[in-house]
């Protein structure tokens, strides 16, 4: 199927590796010319910027990058993000201003400043949330919080641009097989034996296991392309059966 992304230009923040990788490498097989983003020097994309996102001008940089090589944006994936394993009541007042600024604050200051260009001739953005935002983990509350803001923030956008052309939806995956879960340290290890919490927190999910990275990716894209072209304000799940929809 033709998405019809050809030529768009796409950024991708956190997109050196996980789900934003296979996103970004998605965009690009579809033939859209891809902007890369992330600490990692290396990256995928027609053009690739290292920037810390986390911090304040630097998703701005990322877009003033991309206008001064392309001179438009056509389709933004908010994706970087990340948390590790704590306790509420073991948060600070330090550790909720570093998940605000990661993973909301992130895709605040990437809309904000690719929306004028967007307006001018439309466009689609999908931020990445999370199951943890619709259902709390009480394991990831900073994170949960966040990724619950981000989910009205993609609403909000969705609900002034519209009449713009700017779509804006969010989709919200469950525990996926990426370094985020799989790595050494990462969020299995910090739970007990990796291999046993991998295993259980696959058969928690009514598909009985985590999902690849692609499968996430395949959703976004198709989110960021002119086959999705009457959706916009939804925040689609994409969490093997895991969160109940409510009627």
């Known amino acids: 199927m ?23 490498r998605i965009l690009g097989e579809e033939g859209a010319s891809v902007v890369t983003s992330g600490r990692s020097e290396v990256g995928i994309g027609d053009l690739h910027v290292v920037a ?13 990058e991309t206008l001064g090589r392309f001179g438009r944006v056509d389709v933004l994936v908010n994706n970087v993000g990340g948390t590790d394993i704590r306790r509420l009541d073991e948060l600070t007042d330090d550790d909720w201003q570093r998940s605000f600024q990661l993973n909301l604050m992130s895709a ?6 690719a929306l004028p260009a967007m307006r001018e ?16 983990s009480m ?14 923030f993609s609403r909000l956008v969705a609900d002034l641009y519209a009449k713009d052309g700017v779509r804006c939806n969010a989709v ?12 050494d340290g990462g969020l299995a290890e910090q739970q007990g034996d990796r291999d046993e919490v991998l295993r259980k927190v696959g058969a928690g999910r009514p598909l009985g296991r985590l999902a690849r990275p692609e499968e996430i990716a395949a959703v976004v894209a198709f989110l960021c392309s002119e086959r999705s072209s009457y959706v916009t304000g939804a925040a689609w799940s994409a969490d093997g059966g895991t969160v109940a929809i409510v009627i």
């Open 2 to 24: 033709d998405l019809g992304l050809r030529d768009k230009v796409c950024i991708v923040t956190g997109s050196t590796r996980g789900i934003g990788l296979e996103t970004a």
């Open 52 to 64: 810390d996102l986390s911090q304040p001008g630097e998703p701005e940089r990322v877009v003033a």
């Open 108 to 113: 605040v200051r990437a809309t904000r400043a």
């Open 121 to 136: 001739r439309g466009g689609a953005i999908v931020n990445v949330s999370s199951t943890a935002a619709k259902r709390p």
């Open 139 to 152: 394991g990831m509350p900073d994170y949960s919080v966040m990724k619950a803001g981000l989910l009205s």
């Open 172 to 183: 919200t995956p469950g525990p996926t097989a990426t370094d985020a879960w799989l790595s």
